[in-house]
């Protein structure tokens, strides 16, 4: 989000959201706060990321405001959700370290889901690698791409 729109990370709260139908939401200055509802799939953001301004179908069902009973929102726990804490960092940090968190949570989760590892090594691995990758303050191609590579072949070998 940090870099998506140009904010500082003192500037971004975590609200978890259990029911998943609020994708994202931003608060203006006069208080009052834009929330983007959908499906709980991803393809709705994301269509709606990559055809911004423009909407694209995303082939997602219809959201049925009537069949929502409530909307809840409560603070995350960052015992339970460990990897907010490396996301914060990673954003704080800025440079290549975003996407070497990104490279080494996209390999930790697939691992995940081929049964390689369980659930709680996810973010161990991502943490891992970011410590072992470092980063620079470059945000070049280049600079993204090799440390982006970097995290990934410091994943797996974790993993393996």
């Not at 259990?18 to 994202?24: C, M």
């Not at 997602?60 to 726990?77: H, T, Y």
């Amino acid at each position: 989000a940090c870099a998506l729109f140009g904010t500082d990370p003192d500037h971004v709260e975590i609200v978890v959201h259990p029911q998943s139908v609020i994708h994202s939401m931003v608060e203006y200055d006069d208080g009052s706060i834009l929330a983007q509802l959908g499906n709980p799939d991803m393809r709705t953001p994301i269509a709606h990321a990559l055809a911004w301004p423009e909407r694209i179908e995303s082939g997602v069902a219809k959201l049925d405001m009537l069949g929502i009973a409530s909307l809840q929102f409560e603070a995350p726990d960052r015992e339970r959700f460990p990897a907010l804490r490396l996301a914060r960092h990673a954003a704080e940090q800025g440079g290549t370290l975003p996407a070497v968190l990104n490279a080494a949570n996209e390999v930790a989760v697939a691992a995940f889901l081929e049964e390689k590892l369980t659930f709680d090594r996810i973010s161990k691995i991502v943490e891992k690698t970011m410590s072992a990758v470092g980063h620079t303050d470059s945000q070049d191609l280049d600079a993204v791409l090799s440390a982006d590579a970097a995290a990934r072949e410091h994943a797996n070998q974790y993993i393996n």
